[in-house]
């Protein structure tokens, strides 16, 4: 006596049509994309979170080498360099000749090659991707607004004296009268194409004191 089962009649099994499986592949596809975009996106974000807690770090480190080494010390920008980034570095003034900026030899706008001279204590180079900005300095000193300057010397410094007091550098060294403020975003943020436009401000002050404020 057969012991198999068959199929009742009008019953046949089938397996997934061509439409069916091109159906399945395109929601898998477009789950995968959304998928994608969004790690994308907390990847932009960690960046520029990241970049401000560096320059945030950098801004304390200054007034403690100046504390510890006894020499003219420095926060000094680099230029926006493109498919680098830039560079913030901490150095200081060995030679004590008031400038601080032997950092660059080659001059290709990047701190990795500084001369004896004048040494760098602490460098972080910022994603390519991350803007920096300034309200705060004047315009001898640092490119305001949203700006990525492609050429030129050293886009911006701010000294800390012996006394822990932050200064504009140049041919008169002027005192900062109330906090300096350094802003960080990100590009696609401020294109719109990222969203929440996310700043972070680092506000330092006369006595070199660092904080960092989210917006929004």
Request: a neutral charge; proline letters at 6%; aromatic letters at 6%.
């Amino acid at each position: 006596m057969p012991t198999g089962r068959s199929a009742p009649p009008g019953r046949r099994r089938r397996g997934f049509s061509l439409i069916e499986l091109i159906v399945v592949l395109a929601i898998l596809g477009l789950t995968l994309t959304l998928g994608l975009s969004g790690i994308v996106s907390a990847l932009k974000r960690q960046r520029l979170n990241t970049a401000s807690a560096d320059i945030n770090t950098l801004v304390n480190r200054t007034l403690a080498e100046m504390q510890n080494r006894n020499l003219a010390t420095y926060l000094v920008f680099g230029k926006y360099v493109a498919g680098t980034g830039t560079d913030v570095v901490v150095t200081i003034d060995r030679n004590n000749d008031g400038d601080g900026f032997d950092i660059d030899t080659n001059g290709d706008g990047l701190f990795d090659d500084a001369a004896p001279v004048d040494g760098v204590l602490h460098r972080v180079r910022l994603p390519e991707d991350v803007a920096l900005s300034n309200t705060a300095l004047n315009a001898q000193s640092f490119n305001s607004q949203w700006l990525r300057p492609s050429s030129g010397p050293v886009s911006a410094a701010l000294r800390c004296d012996f006394m822990g007091r932050a200064q504009i550098p140049g041919a008169a060294e002027v005192m900062i009268s109330g906090p300096a403020t350094v802003q960080l975003s990100h590009r696609d943020m401020i294109a719109g194409s990222l969203t929440p436009h996310v700043t972070y401000t680092v506000s330092i002050s006369p006595l070199f004191k660092a904080s960092v404020a989210r917006v929004p």
